[in-house]
């Protein structure tokens, strides 16, 4: 999930839907979307999106002004949701309470969907995918992977990488050989150094104090920063 304040963005089963603060004025959400979609990656443009905003209701030319916004951004407004559809019949709770119950009992381990890519990606490929993706082998120069979630690779990570694709800052990227042509988390964005160095073994690249931190996997400490 993505957000700002009061507008959220979130992949589910059944596409992508927006959350708004019913408590907040319509003219600053609007504002907050506008960001939130101008931060987004250009592979959910085209997509269709429903919203919810509990029992606010808004009026038609609230709607117009919605529809117009996600047009500009290239997304299509495809519906409203209800509580029955959004929440579990009986349990009422935000957006935010609903993305805390998406995290297991031990910390670090978090839910979501999961693509597995069983080969290596060669120079031309391009995987791109609304949740987490595991490549179970290489990532070669010239081979991309956008992700909102994280990315994790079984193998030598020489592409380019785009992990927390539409701003999520929690997201990580992994790989047994971390040396990607360009590495990115949400609006952070590195390169491998000019000289690789060999024989380092698994690392983990993460946003910390709003740098993109390189480490080695279960160790903690640092190898290089970045910006």
């Not at 939130?36 to 117009?64: I, N, P, W």
């Not at 020489?158 to 990115?184: C, D, F, N, W």
């Not at 000019?194 to 946003?207: K, L, S």
């Amino acid at each position: 999930m993505t957000r700002t304040e009061h507008v959220a963005l979130k992949g589910t089963r059944e596409g992508l839907v927006l959350y708004f603060d019913p408590a907040a004025d319509f003219e600053l959400l609007m504002t907050e979307l506008d960001k939130l979609l101008m931060d987004s990656v250009q592979f959910l443009q085209g997509a269709t999106v429903r919203c919810y905003a509990g029992s606010k209701e808004y009026t038609e030319d609230e709607h117009a002004q919605l529809t117009d916004l996600l047009k500009q951004h290239q997304l299509e407004l495809g519906g409203w949701l209800t509580t029955e559809e959004v929440y579990v019949p009986g349990k009422v709770q935000s957006y935010a309470a609903e993305e805390k119950e998406m995290r297991l009992g031990d910390e670090g381990m978090v839910a979501g969907h999961c693509l597995f890519v069983e080969r290596t990606l060669r120079s031309g490929k391009s995987v791109q995918y609304e949740g987490h993706v595991v490549v179970l082998g290489d990532v070669n120069p010239g081979a991309e992977i956008i992700a909102t979630g994280n990315i994790v690779v079984l193998g030598s990570l020489r592409g380019v990488a785009h992990a927390g694709a539409t701003g999520e800052r929690k997201a990580s990227v992994s790989a047994y050989h971390l040396a990607p042509t360009q590495l990115r988390i949400a609006d952070l964005v590195t390169r491998a150094p000019d000289e690789e160095m060999d024989g380092r073994g698994p690392e983990i690249a993460r946003i910390k104090d709003d740098r993109l931190i390189v480490e080695a996997a279960g160790m903690n400490s640092w190898r290089s920063k970045g910006r």
